[in-house]
Nanobody, 124 residues
Framework: QVQLQESGGGLVQAGGSLRLSCAAS????????MGWFRQAPGKEREFVAA???????FYADSVKGRFTISRDNAENTVALQMNTLKPEDTAVYYC??????????????????WGQGTQVTVSS
C-alpha cells in the first residue's frame, strides 16, 4: 500500500514562493512516476507537474517557468517549488503516484495513489 503525505502549503502574497513536499511510504519515489495536481473551488482537478521514471519533467503551461518538480531519493520525497505565485494558483494541491506504469499521462485517472492535499492560498 502506497501512502502519500503533502506538506508545505499556506498563505502567501502574490509574487511570493512556497515549497510543497510529498513524503511517500510503501514505495520509493524513484520507482513510480510522481505528479502534482491542484483543484480550485468549483473546478476540476488539473495537472500541474510530473516526473517520470527516467527523470523527465512535465509542466502545465500555466506554471512553466515558475514551478519546479524534483525528486529526493534519499528522503523518498517529491517537492514542488512554486515561485512568482499568482492568485490563480490558489487551490488544494495533491501529490500522486502511479504504480507499474511506464511513460506518463497528464490526467488524474492515470495515477493510482493520492495524498490528502495541502491548501495553497495566494492573496493579491
Amino acid at each position: 500500500q502506497v501512502q502519500l503525505q503533502e506538506s508545505g502549503g499556506g498563505l502567501v502574497q502574490a509574487g511570493g514562493s512556497l515549497r510543497l513536499s510529498c513524503a511517500a511510504s510503501g514505495r520509493t519515489v524513484d520507482s513510480s512516476p510522481m505528479g502534482w495536481f491542484r483543484q480550485a473551488p468549483g473546478k476540476e482537478r488539473e495537472f500541474v507537474a510530473a516526473i517520470s521514471l527516467t527523470g523527465t519533467k512535465f509542466y502545465a503551461d500555466s506554471v512553466k517557468g515558475r514551478f519546479t518538480i524534483s525528486r529526493d531519493n534519499a528522503e523518498n520525497t517529491v517537492a514542488l517549488q512554486m515561485n512568482t505565485l499568482k492568485p490563480e494558483d490558489t487551490a488544494v494541491y495533491y501529490c500522486a503516484a502511479a504504480v507499474r506504469k511506464f511513460g506518463l499521462q497528464r490526467v488524474s485517472s492515470w495515477f493510482d495513489y493520492w495524498g490528502q492535499g495541502t491548501q495553497v492560498t495566494v492573496s493579491s
